[in-house]
C-alpha cells in the first residue's frame, strides 16, 4: 500500500473505469483500487480517497466516507445538482470524469496539497445561493423588527 514518506489515493471505483483514466492521467502518487467502500483500516494509510458516483451510488455511504478522510467525488452521471449535492456532505471536491487527463491530475494534485477540487462554476453558484439566502434573512430580519418610537 503505501510507501514510507509518499502520498497514496484510495479509489472505491467499483468498475474501474475511473480508476483507469486516472492511471492514464499519470497523477504521480500511487492510487489503490478498492471495489467497495474502504474501511477504518483502508482509510489509516492514505492521504485522499476519491469516489466514483454513479446514479446507483448511496449518498449516505460516501457521506460517511467524507467524514473519515478528504474525499474527492468523481462522477459519472452528469448531473450538476450532484456537485452540491457533495459540498454539502462535505467532500473535498467534485470533478466530472469527462474532465482532460490534465485537469483531472491539476484538481487531484492541489487536493492533495489541502485545495480543495470544485469547479468556479460549482462555488459560485454554492456563493450566489448562500448570498441570496443571507439577503432574504435579513430582510426579514428588518421587516419584522417594530420602528422605536420617538418621544417628544
Known sequence: MALRGQRTIVVWDRTGKVFTALRRAAMGVPLWRVTE??????????????ATLYPTTDWRTIAGLCR???TVIISATGDRRDALRALSVGAFG???????????????RGALRGEPAYSRAVLGERIRAEISTSASR?????????RPR???
Not at 37 to 50: C, F, H, K, M, N
Request: hydrophobic fraction near 40%; glycine fraction near 4%.
Open 138 to 146: 435579513a430582510t426579514r430580519v428588518l421587516a419584522s423588527r417594530p
Open 150 to 152: 420617538r418621544s417628544t
Open 68 to 70: 473519515q478522510v478528504p
Open 94 to 108: 467534485y470533478l466530472d470524469r469527462g474532465l482532460s487527463a490534465r485537469a483531472m491530475r491539476r484538481a487531484i
Open 37 to 50: 467502500r474502504p474501511t477504518g483500516s483502508d482509510l489509516e494509510q492514505v492521504d485522499l480517497a476519491i
